[in-house]
């Protein structure tokens, strides 16, 4: 999947030159919640705010309902579902997902390495409209220190007998606490093998509160 995902990227870069773009700056931000039942069990519910920075300034808000089984050590299997709102009459979508997640690397290296496979269903309230879509993605994480730490990804969509888009993305992470983080990122997303090509531009601020149950509840 990686090198699959590097031959892609270098495509892209290759093409940028010859099509015709348009390019969409955005601001995602919201927050989440983690409570691991746990060592096997974890459920997480989020919610988030991405505007375009545009005229247009079209915006929609959704939140996320999962649950994590980690069935090895290194691979878990996690089932979402989300409901979003948009600022456009008519375009309130809902979305159910089952991702693949796999983990490799020493566990006391400050490197982590992984890939994320998903499947997507999304479907429109108010339309007939639905939308099958296949994510695959590869990440790299570096801890720099107990409080700060470093990821970055690649990740390719795929709709039925053709790539749409591939997204990149670096970030940070700082912890304020146990239980709290906060998270910057950037990232660049543009659609494939198209002759006018959309390109966007995202940034991102995330807050993440973690619990987990004690171990007499």
Do not use: C
């Not at 050590?73 to 979402?80: A, G, H, V, Y």
């Amino acid at each position: 999947m990686m090198t699959r995902l590097l031959l892609l990227i270098l495509t892209v870069i290759s093409i940028q030159g010859i099509s015709q773009s348009s390019v969409t700056p955005k601001f995602w931000t919201g927050g989440g919640l983690e409570y691991r039942v746990s060592k096997w069990v974890k459920l997480d519910v989020g919610y988030q705010y991405r505007t375009e920075l545009n005229e247009d300034y079209d915006s929609y808000t959704f939140s996320d309902f999962g649950t994590t089984f980690r069935i090895t050590k290194k691979f878990s299997l996690k089932p979402n579902f989300r409901i979003a709102h948009s600022s456009k009459i008519n375009n309130d979508k809902n979305r159910a997902s089952l991702d693949f997640i796999y983990k490799f690397g020493k566990k006391k290296s400050d490197w982590s390495f992984g890939v994320r496979a998903r499947g997507q269903y999304q479907f429109h309230v108010n339309q007939v409209k639905k939308d099958i879509v296949i994510r695959q993605k590869a990440f790299v994480g570096y801890k720099l220190n107990k409080k700060i730490s470093f990821k970055t990804s690649a990740e390719l969509f795929e709709e039925i007998f053709r790539f749409s888009d591939l997204r990149i993305k670096v970030g940070a992470n700082y912890k304020l606490n146990k239980r709290i983080g906060v998270k910057l990122f950037y990232a660049y997303e543009s659609e494939l093998l198209r002759k006018n090509i959309d390109k966007t531009h995202i940034l991102g601020l995330m807050l993440n509160v973690k619990l987990k149950r004690k171990k007499n509840d």
